[in-house]
């Protein structure tokens, strides 16, 4: 495979302008943080001691686990969590027994 200079200099504006892209996502992200409290429960049931995990929903990436926890004796649960990101922290709560 042999470039010509001129497709050899398009690559390198292009690598350039990638870099500088992706520069300005990294300065852009702020901290955004999420709080979720509630209560676990099933058929009038209280679920004590179970895992509640809150996972970061992205589109072009792996969703990101941002905290865990479990509830108490009476099912209840406070879950915080944070990320940088560059576009609105989308959220979602989930157990599992």
Not at 22 to 41: C, D, F, R, Y
Not at 57 to 65: G, M, S
Request: one cysteine or more.
């Amino acid at each position: 495979l042999s470039l010509t200079p001129c497709k050899t200099f398009r690559m390198m504006k292009f690598a350039a302008f990638a870099m500088l892209v992706a520069m300005i996502g990294l300065t852009e992200a702020k901290m955004q943080n999420v709080t979720v409290k509630g209560s676990l429960w099933c058929n009038k049931i209280r679920y004590s001691n179970q895992l509640v995990e809150l996972w970061e929903r992205d589109t072009l990436e792996p969703d990101d686990l941002l905290s865990f926890t479990h509830t108490d004796f009476m099912g209840d649960f406070t879950i915080k969590g944070g990320e940088d990101e560059i576009l609105e922290l989308t959220t979602s709560p989930s157990t599992s027994s």
